[in-house]
């Protein structure tokens, strides 16, 4: 399938989708991290202060990446502790998406590299959003930025360290060269630096342990698969102009499905610290505004690059069927087309039910109630409702929701954050081809 513009198909999967849709779409869900993290922090930051928004950042990364590189790392079947395993996972971090962020290498030796960035999305956005105001820049590039990076590093070797040879905050101009530059260096009398407490959280959840089906046929030292002349895996040389196009299409299949499984993982552990900072009571309130400030804008560019038009039940569920909350596998759904006005959506029994109290994104599905769902798809059409039924003629459904589309009903309100996330380029960002300048 090279989109999704004919009727719907119950039997739909990502793996239908050709190669190159499903390396843009590897990209889009990538970008859709950066949707979530640009509606949770003002969120946060209605409800407590700048310290808040930080320490939430760091327990949000800190608890997740540690993982999701490893995650990576085996699907590729990546071994070793040196500089150039650490620039792997830069590459295949979900925090680091394509284009979005021009990520550049330079591997020296086993002990030393450097990266750079020649343009940042998310840097962009806050100085554009605040002005170029030095204290929005220093919080995200420094206050941040130093813990996390070092814990993404140190998931490959502990004696590694990010040591920053330039970075915001920036007067005026942003230096010609790009907003930042690093030196990675590994220096084994390093001192040793505590794991988040996040992290254990999120280890012991079945997300964090979950395996996807895995159909590729594996070679020795990662030779081309059969079908496309791709990388079945990234376990050769390193490659300072990778992209997701480089992969033969079953392993792009993982990897995309392994990006929408990293975005959760973080999601994941940003909630156990919006828990830790904000107090339990504070998740349902900001679960249902978090989706709703999110899914204008991931819903808008799925539409685009799969062709899909109007806001009918039949475009309801296509989109709930490409949503990447809905990782595949991790959490079976179905989907069925009753008529123009009413349709079904449900949630099988599988890994992700009841993975945890507090599950990211699905925490209110969990919960027995709507919260999140019904915010998604009323972002598609905002006089469609949801309701949880229990009445199923599938025997494997865990839940079964009714959505009901009412013409003559009021359309949901517009969140207030929605405006927020999509300003200063992420709405018209060109994912369609990766482009790598040395």
Not at 135 to 149: L, N, R, W
Not at 350 to 368: K, P, R, S, Y
Request: glycine share 8%; hydrophobic share 40%.
């Amino acid at each position: 399938m090279k989109d999704y513009s004919g009727p719907l198909r119950p039997d739909f999967s990502w793996n239908m989708l050709d190669k190159k849709i499903l390396a843009r779409f590897g990209r889009e869900i990538m970008l859709f991290n950066q949707v979530h993290d640009r509606a949770i922090m003002p969120i946060i930051g209605s409800q407590g202060t700048m310290k808040t928004i930080t320490d939430v950042a760091i327990d949000e990364w800190m608890g997740a990446s540690p993982i999701y590189n490893l995650r990576n790392r085996m699907l590729h079947n990546i071994n070793g502790d040196g500089v150039d395993v650490i620039m792997k996972g830069f590459q295949l971090d979900i925090g680091a998406p394509h284009m979005w962020l021009k990520f550049h290498f330079d591997v020296r030796s086993h002990d030393l590299g450097y990266f750079w960035l020649t343009s940042c999305g998310a840097y962009n956005h806050v100085r554009a959003l605040t002005k170029g105001d030095k204290e929005s820049e220093t919080q995200i590039c420094v206050h941040m930025e130093d813990p996390t990076f070092d814990a993404t590093v140190m998931a490959v070797n502990a004696a590694a360290r990010c040591i920053p040879i330039f970075r915001p905050p920036h007067g005026k101009e942003i230096p010609a060269e790009g907003p930042c530059r690093w030196t990675v260096k590994i220096e084994n009398d390093i001192g040793l630096v505590e794991e988040n407490e996040v992290t254990e959280i999120v280890r012991q959840s079945r997300a964090s342990k979950f395996e996807f089906s895995d159909t590729r046929p594996m070679q020795e030292n990662g030779a081309a698969s059969e079908d496309d002349g791709g990388m079945i895996d990234y376990s050769g040389e390193f490659k300072r102009d990778f992209k997701l196009e480089d992969l033969c299409k079953k392993t792009l299949q993982l990897q995309v499905k392994e990006f929408a499984l990293d975005v959760h993982l973080l999601q994941r552990a940003c909630y156990h610290g919006l828990e830790k900072h904000l107090g339990k009571d504070a998740i349902s309130g900001l679960l249902s505004e978090h989706w709703a400030a999110m899914a204008p804008i991931y819903q808008t560019r799925l539409r685009k690059l799969f062709a899909i038009e109007g806001d009918d039940m039949t475009a309801i569920l296509k989109l709930l069927q490409l949503d990447h909350h809905f990782v595949p596998e991790y959490v079976k759904i179905g989907v069925e087309l009753v008529d123009e006005f009413h349709g079904k959506f449900w949630i099988n029994e599988c890994e992700a039910v009841n993975d945890g109290e507090l599950a990211g994104m699905l925490t209110g599905l969990w919960q027995g109630n709507t919260l999140g769902l019904q915010e998604a798809i009323q972002s598609i059409n905002p006089r469609a409702t949801v309701k949880l039924i229990k009445a199923s003629s599938d025997a494997n459904a865990k839940l079964m929701y009714e959505i009901t589309i009412d013409p003559l009903a009021e359309p949901a309100p517009i969140s207030d954050f929605a405006g927020l996330v999509g300003i200063n380029g992420l709405n018209e960002a060109d994912l369609s081809e990766h482009i790598y300048q040395y």
